[in-house]
């Protein structure tokens, strides 16, 4: 990895924070000057080999924080926050955005906090007469977004708690785990075909008890999801402690997130799940199998492999529904997810729907220029009866295509050839593809022509 002109004050200031130590202990540890640190630290001088190898010697440090972390998440959030028309004539430039971002984060998420409580705001506004006829009005923020933000910036891997759960299981399968804690607290394990919760925890009986007609993938996990609230229930506060959400009901949901988390770690540890996805080029079908997982929890599992030291291939995980509507996402690539609207039209997880049950490949190209490997499959959740509901999405999975041939599903695919890649994009609002198709929305950084005389895709001319 390249050292030169790397300027990342914030996370070299973090790392300090989190260590407890001065500037000056610091800077005595890295054997270097209190001035210079302080250069670094707030970017006003880049940071050197010398300094990077100090921090792996003397830390342990992994180098590629340095140069993977909330930057290009954040710059990618506002900018499209900052395409909103409130902002079109003081949209700061890129260049500032990524000064904010890196000398800046803080200031950058509560700008991003206000502009979310601005447009949940308009959305209440919007819909006034409505929710008052019904009395349905709740004021207060959404806390959806901030548990999402919360894991999103956390890079989607919680250290504390991936590796309880991987002690969990260190010593037996988990199957085996799961019986002998149930048995431990007292509790009884019981299935049922009534059409009740997936799952459903009795404290005064002791009893859990879980839908028969689920996968038997999904039963694993609710247990293992009620075993991490039950034995772990310390360590998910003091997680829950630490991100300081501003709402009680942002906590409990948090909270949920968290026993999952642990359910998923539980059912895929780190480090075998991390050796099987490499021998198998990370064929999905093999590791669901492998781990009595399914393919949603392997892919899940797949962007949560971001352990300082053991890091995974970094891939980006999203799932969405059949509105497009994105319901669950995750990127440790340089490719972000749109935080207002759908994702981009032409990306192939929408084409998954066509085909369910099939694995949809596309090599693509976003308008910064990055090419990825995307992968989509359809996955249907049963009703498990008859005229029950039935739940469809469609997960995408993929990296940058340096990281391609690790991949079972490159196979076949003429990587070197760049007209087989397809143009997307994240969102129309902030795309400048000027000739794109499927735009929806017209991009608001960009200047438009409207020629009453002449009509093309679209009804206007996207200018450079």
Known sequence: MSVQKLYAGAKLRETRTHLGLTQKAFAEKLSISLPYLNQMENNHRPISSAVILALVQEFGFDVSELAIGDGERMVTDLREALADPLFKDAAPALLDLRLVATNAPAVGRAFLALHRAYMQ???RFASLDEALGSGEVRPGASPWEEVRDFFHYCD???????????????????DRAIEDTLADLGITLRLTTEDTAIRQFDPTTKTLTLQASAARSTRRFQALHQIALLTKADLLDATLDLARFQSEQARDIAKIGLANYFAGAALMPYAHFLNHAKSTRHDLEKLAHHFGASLEQVSHRLSTLQRPGAKGVPVFFVRVDQAGTITKRHSATRLQFARYGGACPLWNVHSAFETPGQFIRQ?????????????????????GAWRAPVRRYAIGLGCEISHA?????????????????????????????????????????????????SRRTLPYEVLD
């Open 121 to 123: 705001t308009n959305e």
């Open 156 to 174: 989607n891997y919680i250290d504390a708690v991936d590796r309880a759960a991987e002690r969990f299981v260190a010593d037996r399968p988990t």
């Open 363 to 383: 090599l693509a190209e976003t308008p910064d220029g990055v090419r990825y490997l995307c992968l989509a499959r359809e996955v249907t959740h049963g009703g």
């Open 405 to 453: 041939t690790e991949f079972v599903y490159s196979d076949g695919l003429d990587t070197s050839d760049a007209t087989t890649f397809e143009a997307i994009g994240i969102s129309c609002r902030i795309c400048p593809r000027a000739n794109c198709h499927q735009r929806s929305l017209p991009p608001l950084e960009r200047t438009l022509q409207i020629d009453h005389n």
